[in-house]
């Protein structure tokens, strides 16, 4: 399918990012020691500062292969109908949800983090038009804990016809204003990583994918700043993300 996805908004840059917040490079103040992620850098007699990966304004790309299957689980590789993994090379993703205030960062409770992607062959679960209605790999929920992290284990993602690789990502919260708050974003890969792991099996039956990042309209909006970058773990990797949500910014929070 061409051109499933379409995106409404855009994603901050390290440069926008100091523009619009008046920080240093791409990393803000952390408020509070105790609560300091694994994205922090400590430094003796100065504030603890957090790198994010990315500031975040709208950036929806929802697609129509959401389905809010509300599954809480940090494994997403199993049909759990049946308890099956799907084939793939497995990823562990770490990501880490901050909030945005005044310059300060803090860890982010308590957000609904999803994840959904297609299989190593191209397919999404639970869509009836690709045949696969009632099951529902690949998809899972996790709330993030008191440092604002979520972790899951998945597998690197296949490709379909006219998108580039890529992980579909959905955070719900609550704004400043009481509100539902939501953002919605896909995750990408190097054309090298891509590439490379595309010729591993079970991934090669399909082949080279025809479409790559810089010819993905959705990834030109902004996806040079949801680039994962695995490394590797055992037979298979894992990666780390942080992301900065701004909990006033009511069009960023706007149901997709």
């Not at 539902?180 to 399909?206: D, H, V």
Request: net charge neutral; aromatic share 8%.
């Amino acid at each position: 399918m061409h051109d499933d996805d379409e995106p409404v908004g855009r994603v901050l840059g390290r440069r926008q990012a100091l523009i619009l917040l008046g920080a240093a490079g791409a990393t803000l103040t952390v408020a509070g020691s105790a609560t300091a992620s694994a994205t922090t850098t400590p430094t003796a007699g100065t504030p603890e500062v957090c790198a994010l990966d990315c500031v975040v304004k709208p950036e929806q790309m929802e697609g129509p292969y959401f389905v809010d299957e509300r599954l809480n689980r940090s494994d997403i590789r199993s049909e759990p109908a049946t308890g099956t993994l799907v084939p793939g090379t497995a990823l562990a993703i770490n990501f880490t949800v901050q909030q945005i205030r005044q310059q300060v960062c803090t860890p982010l409770p308590g957000a609904m983090v999803d994840i959904w992607q297609c299989d190593a062959y191209g397919l999404y679960s639970d869509i009836p038009s690709q045949g696969s209605s009632g099951r529902r790999f690949l998809r899972g929920y996790q709330n993030t804990d008191q440092a604002g992290a979520a972790r899951f284990t998945t597998i690197l993602p296949g490709w379909y016809t006219g998108r580039t690789l890529h992980i579909h990502i959905k955070i719900r919260t609550v704004g400043t204003n009481g509100r539902p708050y939501e953002f919605t974003s896909q995750l990408y890969f190097t054309p090298e990583f891509g590439a490379a792991y595309l010729r591993t099996e079970p991934y090669r039956r399909k082949g080279p994918a025809d479409t790559t990042n810089s010819r993905d309209s959705i990834y030109r909006s902004g996806g040079a700043q949801m680039l994962l970058r695995p490394q590797q773990s055992g037979t298979g990797y894992t990666a780390d993300f942080a992301i900065g949500l701004d909990l006033s910014n009511t069009q960023v929070g706007r149901p997709d």
